[in-house]
């Protein structure tokens, strides 16, 4: 489709029957000044306002990004800084209440002690939606805890190639899989099954994230934090350079069934398609997404999305609204947004039948939550990291690893003497979670509350388990068994970017020490992608992708031990050579689909078979 630029949006068809909710709508926008209409349109990141400026400039939305916590980070800190900020919106002429977003994508996992599940490429591999929507409605129980009712997730991306930063935060590169689990997330979040409370979802980012060529990112001019991570972008962010054919049948695809599972807001995609930035893409904004598919919701844009539209500020502004942004996540400077927009829309160059069009769609997602009236009580504090969250991504964990190769070495065998167990990812917490973790890139260490694949070894009666991170094991001659578990440091976004995703040189030498000593070698995974490591998967006995699992990395001994099956497949096909990157006909070393059951009493490498 042209990238029309006449801003005709979509009104609602006004034949059709009104029904008292819009009625309501219609009567409260009919009220509203064009400060506070455009104050609706406006998101600000809680580092850049105080309260007292969120009813000043009539601010309707309000989010913490990836760093956005408060100090201390702990759930009753988040329900003070969140009721804080969203009191004043109250006290204001109309008292419209604020929407608070967050990157809820894989549990409430900006904050502390909150259950972190498997990330998504790990869902994928379970391939469970039933999985998805209860892990969609913990996480919508434990961000009500902390007053916050707006959850930049599912991502839907349909990632297709692993070099990808933001691969992990995909289900897979299936559209049908992914269409099937995003949908499910969405019913789990806005659920309201059993008295529960809605949260919003957020399908993102539309459209064609997933679809970017390594190399064709170029910095946006005159966004400053670029510098600061420019080395890291090669592909995030850059240019779909495919067919509307290939864009719909791979990455429209999953907005259908989010539409279809009743999502009430969409975030717009930092890439291009075909060289045009899809924030000012008014043919796939409005034409695609609101006119052909129908969505009823409102679009927010990416982070300083808009900014990179032209170097013109109030170009930008001008060509997002009018293409069909409805509200943008400024998210610093909000006051140059809302003196640019106010300009634009007294010149006609924002027409206000745009204004009112957005405005609406945002009062009817916030309706449609229960923000307006009395607010019930939230659920408890306690909810946040309960027992039966953790119980759930335990069983998430289970579910999501992949038993890619088992040489006569799994289940570990009963009566062993010793098991030992080697790799700093055995017992680290911020490895095995992942980005977005209490921190936008996440971190290594006791980052939050959880437990891991050491505790579980030790927990379990598999026999006696020894630890050594650096594999040496000085003291001890040859072992029967030894696990080692290597991972990728955590990352977000463009900083993820990668050429050649593979293991450290530490993990190869703790792999490399145990190889020597231990009869039978496992070899457990935690990435959020497929690695070239043909040779390590060639030299171990057994070998486990377990994903990104989250804060119950505990749940992996189960598995080893043969208390619980393998049922996980791996969502994205695991390239056998870096050359294979990028190169969609190449023959991966395991295709997506595949893993074993445990039963498989042994399996033929699959290096031979190539
Ligand atoms: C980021 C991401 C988006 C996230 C938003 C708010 O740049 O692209 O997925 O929801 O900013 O943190």
């Not at 919106?89 to 900006?110: F, M, Q």
């Not at 930008?316 to 140059?336: H, K, Q």
């Not at 039978?520 to 992608?529: E, M, Q």
């Amino acid at each position: 489709m042209a990238t029309e630029t006449c801003p005709e949006d979509h009104q609602k068809d006004w034949r059709e029957p009104v029904t008292d909710a819009e009625r309501s709508i219609g009567r409260l926008v009919a009220e509203m000044t064009v400060a506070e209409k455009i104050g609706q349109m406006t998101q600000v990141s809680n580092e850049s306002i105080a309260p007292a400026e969120v009813a000043d400039y009539f601010i309707g939305s309000v989010l913490s990004g990836g760093n956005g916590n408060p100090t201390p980070n702990t759930p009753s800190a988040w329900v003070n800084m969140v009721s804080t900020l969203a009191e004043p919106a109250t006290e204001t002429r109309l008292g419209i209440p604020l929407l608070y977003g967050v990157d809820a994508v894989h549990g409430h996992s900006n904050v502390g002690g909150a259950t972190i599940f498997p990330h998504n490429i790990g869902l994928g591999a379970a391939r469970d939606e039933g999985l998805t929507e209860r892990i969609g409605q913990a996480t919508a129980a434990e961000m009500l805890a902390t007053g916050i009712q707006w959850a930049f997730a599912p991502t839907v991306a349909v990632p297709q190639d692993i070099r990808w930063g933001r691969t992990y935060e995909g289900y897979g590169n299936d559209p049908a899989l992914v269409s099937a689990l995003g949908a499910a997330l969405i019913r789990g979040l806005q659920s309201t099954d059993n008295g529960r409370r809605a949260v919003l979802a957020c399908a993102k980012h539309f459209v064609g994230d997933g679809a970017t060529l390594w190399g064709t990112v170029t910095p946006p001019d005159g966004v400053d934090w670029w510098d600061a991570w420019g080395d890291g972008w090669q592909i995030d962010q850059g240019d779909a350079r495919i067919s509307e054919e290939e864009l719909r049948s791979l990455h429209l695809l999953p907005y259908i069934a989010a539409i279809e599972a009743g999502v009430m807001t969409v975030m717009a995609s930092y890439n291009s398609w075909n060289g045009d930035k899809v924030h000012g893409h008014h043919g796939l904004l409005t034409g695609v997404l609101k006119q052909e598919l129908g969505f009823g919701g409102f679009v927010v844009s990416d982070w300083m999305g808009i900014d990179q539209i032209d170097s013109s500020y109030e170009t930008s502004v001008v060509t997002a609204i009018n293409a069909g942004v409805d509200m943008v996540m400024v998210p610093e400077n909000y006051r140059r947004f809302i003196e640019v927009m106010i300009g634009a829309t007294s010149t006609g160059l924002i027409p206000m039948h745009r204004i009112d069009d957005a405005v609406s769609r945002i009062l009817a997602a916030k309706s449609s939550v229960g923000l307006f009236g009395p607010q019930p009580e939230p659920p408890p504090l306690a909810t946040i990291g309960s027992p039966e969250h953790r119980a759930l991504a335990a069983e998430a964990v289970r579910r999501s690893a992949v038993l890619l190769k088992n040489d006569r070495a799994l289940p570990i065998p009963s009566g062993i003497a010793t098991i030992d167990v080697a790799g700093q990812a055995a017992d680290n917490i911020g490895l095995q979670c992942g980005g977005w973790t209490v921190g936008w890139q996440g971190g290594s260490g006791p980052i939050t509350a959880g437990n891991t694949l050491l505790d579980g070894l030790h927990a379990s009666t598999v026999g006696n388990v020894e630890y050594d991170p650096t594999g040496r094991f000085s003291n001890r001659g040859r072992a029967d068994l030894g696990i080692v578990c290597i991972a990728e440091s955590p990352y977000a976004e463009g900083p993820g970017d990668c050429a050649a995703p593979g293991a450290s040189n530490e993990d190869r030498a703790v792999f490399a020490r145990m190889r020597k000593r231990c009869d039978k070698l496992i070899l457990v995974i935690y990435s959020g992608r497929p690695l070239v490591i043909p040779d390590l998967i060639e030299q171990a006995d057994a070998v486990v992708a377990a994903w990104l699992p989250g804060s119950e990395g505990a749940a992996l001994a189960g598995l080893l031990a043969g208390v619980h099956p393998f049922t996980g497949r791996t969502s994205q096909p695991w390239p056998g050579s870096l050359a294979d990157l990028g190169d969609a006909g190449a023959t991966p070393l395991f295709a997506t689909g595949d893993g074993l059951d445990l039963t498989a009493a042994h399996s033929a490498d699959p290096l031979e078979t190539r």
